[in-house]
């Protein structure tokens, strides 16, 4: 049955809240998981033996749970989940929210404080659309009212991802707009459900920016050609990466069963081992960031963070555990755009300026290129680390961003990994 206007908008309060509070405890469990895979290590050291060998054990241990709970449990709640949210919506993925949300909760907690080079804001995204769904099966909504509240729900995690209510309302308005019903009530009970969300997390785990960093002053226009010439360079990067992404996961799709699980134990091995000799080659990338930011790092060093995090994201992502790919896209754009600064405009073209101003653009230009919501990249940066001052250069880098992977046959991300469940689902 219809349901009027006020009832919907009450629904979507609700979804926003719980989903905040389903993803602060989810934040703050993980922070609480890191630290036991921290203190394994100083147990191992007391013992004599090397300081990593017990993040290395608890990390592969960790990891192969994850994995195990969704193979075993809940198969769509693997990876972000981004993509069965919109399916959902689209009316081709039923949302299982009985085993989604505490195969994805547990599970998630598990893989990313393993420090896997994972983000938290997919399954927050996948777990506020099943609050939604849960909510108004359980309340008796119409199919309407559900559609509308399992989006609310979605952009209300990644405002509890990232504390960026914002970016969660346009994350569904532009990157979910094939799917999304557009209409008076539903754009306002994506508003209102992100606001609420955001409220509850910050009373949970109190304000502030999820990346801290410097004031920086916006660059002159006349050199806001450069940020152009690098959003082409991360339009091309975001075709590569998605690709990646995707053969890596056909990779781990062609192992036999017992290859693939050793492939995960080893990896969680390494990731453990990493977490102590070289923490920022891991994670999901908040560390890494600010250190590139502090601009301490040699080129050397940045370019090698690149590549192996590049390669490591994928990798991450192909086992299958829960874990989204935004926040390890932020960190690789803020390395690409401190090597660009760096490497060419300082070096090559002689230009001063501050390199950090790219590494900003970089974060939202990759997120940008891959996911092909542009405004959404430019606002989920502004408001993750308060650098409204360079709202135009992010315009000038994500537009330029998405053109050049529009015109290299780049597809969007959570497209083609929506296509491939339904390519392989068909196949089955």
């Known amino acids: 049955m219809n349901q009027s206007p006020a009832r919907t908008l009450l629904l ?13 405890v989810f934040r703050r469990l993980i922070e609480t998981s890191t630290g036991w895979r921290a203190a394994s290590g100083d147990f191992f050291h007391a013992i004599d033996a090397p300081q990593w060998a017990g993040p290395a054990l608890v990390s592969s241990l960790m990891l192969l749970g994850a994995v195990y709970l969704v ?35 547990i599970g998630g907690v598990l893989s990313l404080g393993s420090g896997l080079v ?6 927050t995204i996948q777990m506020g659309g099943a609050l939604g769904r849960m909510l108004s099966d359980g309340l008796g909504a119409s199919e309407e009212d559900a559609h509308i509240v399992t989006a ?11 504390n960026a209510p914002l970016a969660g309302v346009l994350f569904v308005l532009e990157e979910m707009r094939p799917q999304f019903h557009y209409g008076v009530v539903s754009v306002v009970a994506v508003l209102v459900s992100c606001a609420a969300s955001d409220a509850v997390v910050r009373m949970i785990l109190g304000d502030g920016y999820a990346i801290v960093m410097p004031s920086l002053a916006a660059p002159d226009p006349p050199l806001l050609w450069l940020f152009l010439l ?8 975001g075709v590569v990466f998605n690709a990646t992404i995707l053969r890596t ?7 036999g069963a017992r290859l693939n699980i050793l492939a995960v134990a080893t990896l ?3 990731v453990g081992v990493m977490t102590v000799q070289a923490p920022d080659l891991v994670g999901g990338g908040y560390r890494v960031v600010g250190d590139v930011l502090s601009g301490v790092n040699p080129a050397g060093v940045l370019a090698g963070l690149f590549v192996f995090r590049f390669f490591a994201t994928s990798l991450s992502y192909a086992t299958g555990a829960p874990g989204g790919i935004f926040a390890p896209m932020v960190a690789l754009g803020t390395l690409l755009g401190m090597l660009f600064g760096r490497l060419f405009v300082f070096d090559v073209l002689g230009i001063e300026i501050e390199p950090t101003l790219f590494a ?11 996911v092909r919501a542009p405004i959404t990249g430019i606002v989920l940066t502004v408001e993750m680390t308060g650098s409204y001052g360079q709202t135009l250069p992010l315009m000038v880098v994500c537009s330029a961003a998405v053109v050049t992977a529009h015109l290299l046959g780049g597809s969007p991300i959570y497209s083609s990994l929506l296509e491939r469940r339904l390519r392989l689902d068909a196949t089955d």
Not at 154 to 160: P, Q, S, V
Not at 249 to 255: A, I, K, W, Y
């Open 268 to 270: 969680g091995l390494v």
């Open 12 to 24: 979507a309060v609700l979804v926003g809240g719980a989903t905040g509070l389903t993803g602060g």
């Open 152 to 162: 609310s729900g979605a952009g209300a995690g990644l405002a509890a991802a990232f």
């Open 71 to 105: 193979r075993r449990f809940a198969p769509e709640a693997a990876g972000s989940g981004v993509q069965e949210i919109e399916g959902a919506l689209e009316g081709l993925r039923p949302v299982r929210w009985m085993r989604v949300l505490p195969v994805k909760f």
């Open 249 to 255: 996961l056909d990779l781990f799709e062609s192992m």
């Open 230 to 237: 690098f959003g082409v360079l991360v339009g091309g990067i």
């Open 118 to 123: 994972a983000g938290r804001e997919g399954p």
């Open 360 to 370: 900003v653009a970089g974060m939202g230009a990759l997120f940008a290129a891959t």
